[in-house]
């Protein structure tokens, strides 16, 4: 019996919230044991790039993003994206047992809303009409509407990056979440494009020579270059129940607007 791309993509997402989840514990024990020995992450220090446990993590995180990657190409970004939210589950119950980060009553109900609302989501997801080439996802991404959006979304980053993290980031966890999770919203965009050059490219429809795949491409680096800095500093500053939690529902309700902006654009 023949696979539909979207079960293939919902199990990709799936997998990559398995490996994700995971990747928050290990990286964070490689960041404690790094901090053990120098400058922690959450004051700037880069100690952990000599740390083992750290880059387990880092690999484990990058098949999961890998995963997901591809989920984006056989898949909606309106089904895939809110199954992220399983990863709070996996990361929650690892924290439990080998971080000893007790799970309370007010956490294991923010994890049920988030798994309920996702599951709303991927039931109510919208058709999404798939672009025929890089050059209409860029005719699209460069309407007043999303321009906005994607404007408004960096000011509020540098905002944060600039003004709000010196003084309240070692305090406020909401300041490193608003900038991951702000950028993640970019990120979703920019990843979605780039998976749709590579699938056209592999049907011989190369995509190559256009330079707006390669500004997709250097848009979700940057982008995800930036979310795991700051997730680093933010993973070891605070309990990784919250940091789980908080970063899946935030990144949830950007990417969600991100992606009704992008629904809008896909049915002119």
Not at 61 to 69: H, K, R, T, V, Y
Not at 163 to 170: A, T, V
Not at 222 to 234: A, D, F, G, P
């Amino acid at each position: 019996m023949a696979v539909s791309n979207n079960t293939r993509g919902l199990v990709l997402a799936i997998v990559s919230s398995a490996f994700i989840g995971a990747s928050f514990i290990l990286k964070k024990k490689g960041l404690k044991r790094a901090g053990a020995t120098g400058a922690r992450a959450g004051v700037g220090g880069y100690s952990y790039l000599l740390e083992p446990l750290w880059w387990v993590g880092m690999i484990t995180m990058i098949l999961g993003e890998a995963a997901n990657f591809v989920a984006y190409i056989f898949a909606p970004a309106v089904l895939v994206t809110p199954l992220g939210a399983l990863s709070i589950i996996i990361s929650a119950v690892l924290a439990h047992f080998m971080l000893k980060e007790r799970l309370q009553k007010m956490g294991v109900l923010g994890c049920i809303s988030c798994i309920v609302g996702s599951v709303v989501i991927v039931i109510h997801a919208p058709q999404e009409q798939s672009p025929k080439s890089v050059l209409q996802i860029w005719n699209l991404a460069t309407q007043p509407a999303f321009l906005i959006y994607a404007a408004a979304t960096l000011s509020i980053v540098l905002a944060l990056v600039l003004h709000f993290e010196p003084r309240y980031g070692q305090s406020n966890i909401l300041v490193y979440l608003g900038i991951c999770s702000l950028m993640g919203s970019l990120t979703v965009v920019s990843i979605k494009a780039v998976g749709i050059a590579i699938k056209l490219t592999f049907e011989g429809i190369s995509q190559v020579a256009y330079p707006q795949t390669w500004f997709f491409v250097s848009v979700a680096v940057i982008c995800v270059v930036t979310q795991l800095n700051y997730l680093n500093k933010v993973s070891i500053l605070f309990s990784n129940v919250f940091v789980s939690s908080l970063f899946v529902k935030s990144c949830l309700m950007n990417n969600k607007i991100s992606k009704q902006i992008c629904l809008h654009l896909f049915s002119m």
